[in-house]
């Protein structure tokens, strides 16, 4: 299958230093999310991609069958040694596991100067599960995720799963999309994205942004692939990489969606279970 043509981001010319991101998620060992499909995206884009490793899952296209967290204190102090010396021109959150970590990464970035109100943009992709629904993050962190890092995000962008557990809202229709990005608004970040790629109604996949006065439709047609894993990541590594390039966040997010939408139509089976979202289409593209 191939996909329409996307706009792509300004490339470093060679020798020079590419715009830097970080993202503070976990390892998909099977390679299709987390930190993986992350950098995919960033290298792809044309960015220097820095990471803070939050946990370490034990993963294949089948599911999750374990993570080990790593220390609080030391996924803090990986995004600060980045911002102390590579700085970064945005950052993302994916797979934060507990609410320690949330605490010592939302106080690193106010430390760091990274949030809505700072110099460094915040996308906060709230994980709460795998696609087969293997938790990944602790139930006891939800209010610690909502109360400590939602006020500094520049966007959050959790999935109709994710908004469920978050807000209460169950989201089935256009009416109650919009129900959600108000209530998620209400928690403090500057604007929230409401993903509609679990809305399996229609034949687009109809993402909704809200920043508390406007909303922005933002849909594509739906791809027709069970090889979806990662889509989440890949959608929020693409926006936090606009980010970093000066992008308002409506263009981040109509970028990243466009982005998204060609990697899912060149998604690839793997393994037994479902495949990644696929940006390697850009390297046959560049050759
Ligand atoms: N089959 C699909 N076709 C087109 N876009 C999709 C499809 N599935 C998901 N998307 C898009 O991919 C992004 C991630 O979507 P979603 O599946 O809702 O989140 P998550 O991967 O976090 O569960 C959103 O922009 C969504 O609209
Ligand atoms: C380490 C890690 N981070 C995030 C995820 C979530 O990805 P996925 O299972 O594809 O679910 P979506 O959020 O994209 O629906 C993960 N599995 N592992």
Known sequence: MTGARVELLPVAPEGTTPV????VAGSDSGGGAGIQADL????????????AVTAVTVQNSLGVSGFQEIE??????????????????AVKTGML??????????????????GRDAAVPLVVD?????????????DSALDTLRDNLFPLATVVSPNLDEVRLITGIDVVDAATQRDAAKA???????????????????????????????????????????????AGDTLAAAITCALAHGYTVPDAVAFAKAWVTRGLAAAYPLGAGH?????????????
Not at 72 to 89: E, H, L, N, S, W
Not at 97 to 114: H, K, L, T
Not at 193 to 213: C, F
Request: contains cysteine.
């Open 184 to 230: 998620l608004h209400d928690l403090g970040p500057s604007w929230a994205l409401v993903k509609g790629g679990h809305l399996r109604s229609s034949d687009e996949s109809p993402d909704l942004l809200y920043d508390g006065s406007e909303f922005v439709e933002l849909t594509h047609e739906r791809i027709d692939t069970p090889h979806d894993h990662g």
């Open 20 to 23: 830097g991101v970080m993202t």
């Open 275 to 287: 495949g990644p979202v696929n940006p390697l289409w850009r390297v046959g593209d560049c050759g």
């Open 126 to 138: 709230p994980v709460c599960a795998s696609m087969h629904g293997n938790q990944l993050l602790a």
């Open 40 to 51: 995919r995206t960033f290298a792809l884009l044309g960015l220097h991609g820095c990471v």
């Open 72 to 89: 609080p204190d030391t996924v803090a102090a990986q995004i600060r040694c980045v911002a102390d010396d590579i700085g970064i021109g």
């Open 97 to 114: 596991a507990s609410a320690p970590i949330i605490d010592a990464v939302a106080a690193q970035c106010r430390a760091s100067g990274i």
